[in-house]
Each structure stands twice: as structure tokens, then as C-alpha cells.
């Protein structure tokens, strides 16, 4: 009877052992899938902080470059005189341009038209100017240009990186050497800037003739045409100087303008007189044109003196920045400070980018720094900003720069013109 009692005591036991190690396994596993679970969700909760800490990209977003342009460097034969070391034999234009680079230093986009060429200096090209007797073989000076490329050299050295090449003078020295264009244009294309304006060969199909650069996020060609070649048009039986032809250059802007934000033609127009303030029915008619095939940005040269800039719809025109440097000081006599007061004038390009991937283009900021180019008796070259100037470069200076400010401002004033040095 004891033993009965005994077993079915220990039964009971046993019993509530197993449902107590049961209950504990229970437990610990219910603990344990709920640990997993917390662990689970404690991923998924730090995956959201994650998503919520991690900055989604904001849109829109915008996109800056900013723009420097000036005229023409017309490199008459004391201008590269006065560069010249006879003794090394080499040229050095870095003193006549020395308070240009100060200013260019800040811009993304810089800009010139080098309207002389570069070829190498095979042979006696020599001046036909009055008085202009002495030069250093090989180069050439008015009416036939051939110029030192050590200029092109300092050039970019100080910062400018985007260059035009076709002008009046692009076939000067072609009746010497079918060479001098892809002489000029070798040189160029060695230096990593864009260019534009010539072509490399013969059949190059002009509509893939650019470069595509790129600004802060911003891209940008430029185009370059000359409308004469100075009655030498029969020398560039090549074709490698892009004459303009409407046509062709509608065709060249459809080829590129879906490709960049920016577009930018440089037109060399020889459509009206040289030294005139006025702007011609022809170069508007032209930057109409230009306008109207969604050409953002026009920069004309070849008057060799300032004229007005203005919008036509969404396209800004300037339409000459006159000289950058050159030697017509000498002609102040006749044409006064035309060909020696140039411009350095300066924009700001902005690019909005939408979430769904559009875009939108805007050009404000429109400001601009006259310069002046100095020299006495032929020597000590200098590019001068006007901001920068002193009566020892020219005791009129004032008044000079208040002349040429009404003739830059003649049809739009919405520009900001950098203020004249006050202290002589």
C-alpha cells in the first residue's frame, strides 16, 4: 500500500517536473523568438532611422559658372617686339598681361578671340604697314599676320582656356604656306582648352567640329565664325576656316544643341565699317538668326572698338568687345581711343535641375571691367583694367572711361560696370 503511494506520488511528480521543464522550454523559447523578434524589428527600426538619417537628395538642384570675355588679340609687330628677348631668342608676354590675370584667376569660362595666326615662322612674312619696316623674321604684321605662338602660350598660361580662331586674318599667310591654318590649328588643339573656328582636315564634317567642356556641373561648345577673309576668300580653297553660311550653321547648332546647357557662338562679323560704335543691321539681322536657333550666348569681334551689347529674347549678344591688345594706339590721331579701349566683360550662368530630370538655363550677373591698352614709344605693353588705372598710364583716363561706359551701356544699362581707380 506504502509502495502504491510511493509510485503514484512519484508520478506525480515526474509529472509536474515535466510540465515545469515543458513551461521553461516554452518560455525560453517564447523569450527567444521574442528576442529574434525584437532584434528583427530593431533592424527594421534602425533601417528607418538609416533611411530617415540618410539625407534624400534635394531638388531642385542648381548648378554655377561664371563667364569672362574679351576682344580681339590683334598682335601687330611692335606689340611682339616688345615681348621679344634677342638674346634668348624667345618671347615673354606675361609682363603685358600681368593685371589680366589677376581678374581672370576667378571666372570658370575664359574667353578671347586670337585674331591672328600662329604658324611657324618659315619664312620673310614681313609688314606692309607705313613705318612698320623693322621685324623679326618669319612673322607678319599688318595686312598679313603671322604671329609668335608664345603669346597663345601665356595666354593660357594666365587662364584663359577658351579660344576662337576664325577671323578676317585667318588666310593671311595661306598665299605663302597651305600650311599656316593646321599650323595655327596644331597648336591649338595641344593645349586642352576648347577652340573653335577652324577644322583640323579638309573632310571634317563641320556638324561634329566641337568640343563639349564642362563648368561646375555645366556644359558648354563653342562655334566660331568670320563672315570675310579679307578678299582672300579664293586661299581657303581647303575649307579649313568656318566661313559663316546660314546653312551650314543651322546645321552645325541642331548637331550639338540637345548635347549641352550652353551654347556659344563667336562671331567675327565684317558686316559694317571698322571703329563704329553703331551696330549694324547686318550683325543684328545675324544675331536675330543665331537667336532664333537657341543660341544662348553671342560674342562678336572684328570692329576693334566697343559696342553695345544687348538681349534678343532669352540670347544675350554682345556685339563687338573691341581690341584686347593690339598697337592702334598709334592711330589715336585719327580714330581717338577706339582701338585701344577693350572689355572684359563678365556673366554668371546658372543650371536648375528638376526631380524629374529637366532643366532650365539662366544668365544673369552681367557685369564688365574696361581695359585699356598702354604703351610708351613702342615698349612696356600693358592690358590695363580701368579698375587698376592711374593718370601715369593716361592722365584722361577718367573721362576716357566714362566715354566708353555710355558706348558699352548705349541699349541696355542692366549691367554692372566695375568702377574706375579713383586714385591716381
Not at 567642356?213 to 568656318?242: C, F, M, Q, R
Request: hydrophobic share 35%.
Amino acid at each position: 500500500m506504502a509502495k502504491k503511494k510511493l509510485k503514484k506520488k512519484f508520478k506525480v511528480v515526474f509529472t509536474l517536473i515535466i510540465i515545469i521543464v515543458i513551461s521553461l522550454g516554452g518560455y525560453i523559447a517564447f523569450t527567444k523568438s521574442d528576442d529574434i523578434l525584437s532584434k528583427i524589428k530593431g533592424n527594421s527600426s534602425e533601417g528607418n532611422k538609416t533611411s530617415e538619417n540618410t539625407q534624400e537628395e534635394i531638388y531642385p538642384k542648381t548648378y554655377k559658372a561664371s563667364l569672362i570675355a574679351t576682344g580681339d588679340g590683334l598682335l601687330h609687330n611692335p606689340v611682339y617686339n616688345d615681348a621679344y628677348d634677342a638674346a634668348t631668342k624667345t618671347f615673354d608676354f606675361t609682363p603685358q598681361l600681368q593685371y589680366v590675370k589677376e581678374i581672370v584667376d576667378n571666372y570658370d569660362i575664359v574667353y578671347y578671340n586670337q585674331e591672328t595666326l600662329f604658324a611657324k615662322p618659315e619664312g620673310p612674312l614681313l609688314s606692309l604697314f607705313p613705318g612698320d619696316s623693322v621685324n623679326i623674321s618669319g612673322y607678319g604684321s599688318y595686312p598679313r599676320f603671322n604671329s609668335p605662338s608664345a603669346f597663345g602660350d601665356d595666354m593660357v598660361k594666365i587662364g584663359f582656356n577658351t579660344v576662337s580662331l576664325a577671323s578676317n586674318h585667318s588666310a593671311d599667310c595661306l598665299n605663302y604656306t597651305d600650311l599656316c591654318v593646321t599650323q595655327s590649328y596644331d597648336f591649338w588643339q595641344g593645349k586642352n582648352i576648347t577652340i573653335a573656328g577652324f577644322k583640323p582636315t579638309p573632310d571634317t564634317d563641320s556638324t561634329q567640329n566641337y568640343t563639349i567642356a564642362e563648368a561646375n556641373g555645366i556644359t558648354y561648345t563653342l562655334l566660331n565664325y568670320t563672315t570675310s577673309l579679307n578678299g582672300l576668300d579664293g586661299y581657303n580653297s581647303s575649307n579649313l576656316i568656318n566661313i559663316f553660311d546660314e546653312e551650314q550653321v543651322k546645321k552645325d547648332i541642331e548637331a550639338v544643341r540637345d548635347k549641352v546647357d550652353v551654347l556659344i557662338v563667336a562671331m567675327h562679323w565684317h558686316t559694317g565699317p571698322e571703329y563704329s560704335f553703331e551696330v549694324t543691321e547686318e550683325n543684328r539681322k545675324i544675331a536675330t538668326f543665331l537667336a532664333e536657333n537657341n543660341v544662348d550666348i553671342v560674342l562678336g569681334t572684328y570692329s576693334h572698338c566697343l559696342q553695345p551689347f544687348e538681349w534678343i529674347g532669352d540670347t544675350l549678344v554682345y556685339y563687338s568687345l573691341g581690341n584686347f591688345i593690339s598697337n592702334q594706339g598709334d592711330l589715336i590721331d585719327s580714330i581717338g581711343y577706339k582701338g585701344i579701349v577693350g572689355v572684359l566683360a563678365t556673366l554668371d550662368i546658372t543650371k536648375t535641375v528638376q526631380k524629374d530630370g529637366t532643366s532650365s538655363i539662366k544668365i544673369d550677373n552681367l557685369g564688365a571691367d574696361l581695359t585699356y591698352t598702354y604703351n610708351k614709344n613702342h615698349t612696356n605693353y600693358r592690358v590695363v583694367p580701368f579698375s587698376k588705372m592711374t593718370k601715369e598710364y593716361n592722365p584722361n583716363y577718367l573721362e576716357i572711361y566714362e566715354d566708353y561706359k555710355e558706348v558699352f551701356t548705349a541699349l541696355d544699362k542692366n549691367i554692372n560696370i566695375a568702377p574706375v581707380n579713383m586714385e591716381a
